[in-house]
């Protein structure tokens, strides 16, 4: 069965560095999003993305981050100056259409010291 | 954003049917309802979903009311690997983000 797949699955950084993380979705959707869930909350939407620009966005997904789909099969959730309350579960989703279900990966656990 | 209201918690006995509400009077006529849970320390998992009609997948059911206000998803059987945080989400037409809630803690005893 698809899977969507995230990498990697842990990433410990530095307060200020750049991480990006990254996600192969299922390979015949097109839309696809990032979530987060910081330890012992909820989960919470930041981004959505379809035909190579941002369709939608939350307010927590400010200057800072960025999406990109380098290739065909990879989507990139880059954050450029870490901080501390950016340690979370990062989820990637995708699907078919916006009225479809998403699949969602297994997360990237980022640790910011 | 679309606002879902479901139970903290409940409990099941292991083998016996798990019936989960979850109360959305903002729906409207066009917005599906989506079920997922989340088993600990992994991803949101996607268990079903439904317009108007009662529909049923290999891992459950949903019922929806006439008036589609509320919906519960049903488990036939539980196991102790039912044993997750289940979230009913619905997105708004025109927006392409599901807004969870806290969603309700299943436990399942054995």
């Known amino acids: 069965e698809p899977e969507v797949t995230q990498t990697p699955s842990h990433q410990v950084t530095q307060m200020g560095q750049e991480v990006i993380l990254r996600c192969v979705p299922i390979?015949?959707?097109?839309?696809f999003y990032w979530y987060r869930q910081i330890l012992g909350q909820k989960v919470e939407f930041l981004v959505s993305f379809y035909n190579n620009e941002i369709s939608e966005k939350s307010e927590i997904f400010d200057d800072q981050f960025s999406v990109e789909r380098p290739d065909g099969s990879n989507f990139t959730l880059k954050i450029r100056s870490t901080k501390l309350e950016d340690s979370a579960m990062y989820f990637c989703a995708s699907s078919e259409s916006p009225y479809n279900e998403q699949f969602f990966g297994p997360g990237t656990r980022l640790t910011v010291l | 954003d679309a606002k879902t209201t479901q139970p903290n918690s409940m409990e099941s006995n292991e083998e016996e049917p798990v019936h989960l509400p979850c109360n959305h009077s903002t729906i409207s006529g066009t917005d599906y309802i989506h079920w997922y849970r989340q088993l600990p320390s992994q991803g949101p998992e996607y268990v079903i979903h439904g317009l108007t009609s009662n529909v049923n997948n290999r891992m459950a059911s949903l019922a929806i009311a006439e008036d589609r206000k509320s919906s519960t998803l049903i488990l036939h059987r539980a196991t102790l690997r039912d044993a997750a945080v289940y979230y009913c989400i619905y997105s708004t037409s025109g927006t392409y983000k599901y807004i969870f809630g806290t969603g309700t803690r299943l436990k399942v005893l054995a």
């Open positions: 390979s015949n959707h097109l839309y």
